[in-house]
């Protein structure tokens, strides 16, 4: 069974930054592709950014420009780096990996921007 366990989320002011970190069980070489989803309430769950153990990334054009992620395959970890906050990033965060067509979630991160 493949655990997922994320940290970092918290209360941020809007323009302020927030670092979410991902930690496997398992080597994230297995993990293929990562990535963070997030969903507000009332909210369907969205993809916030993805990479594939290849090094390709992909982010919600919601994001695009302040959010990076990236992988540390020694630490077995994936992180999530937030920067110029909005309050409509308000949302809890979830981890995702996919091993052979089966999906992972982690148990999900709080992050509150406030205005």
């Known amino acids: 069974q493949v655990q997922l366990v994320e940290s970092g989320g918290g209360l941020v002011q809007a323009g302020g930054s927030l670092r979410l970190s991902c930690t496997a069980s398992?080597?994230?070489?297995?993990?293929?592709?990562m990535g963070w989803y997030r969903q507000a309430p009332g909210k369907q769950r969205e993809l916030v950014a993805a990479a594939t153990s290849g090094g390709m990334t992909n982010y919600a054009d919601s994001v695009k420009g302040r959010f990076t992620i990236s992988r540390d395959s020694a630490k077995n970890t994936m992180y999530l780096q937030m920067n110029s906050l909005k309050p409509e990033d308000t949302a809890v965060y979830y981890c995702?990996?996919?091993?052979?067509?089966?999906?992972?979630w982690g148990q999900g991160t709080q992050v509150t921007v406030s205005s």
């Open positions: 995702h990996g996919l091993v052979l067509l089966h999906n992972y």
């Open positions: 398992i080597s994230i070489f297995r993990l293929d592709p």
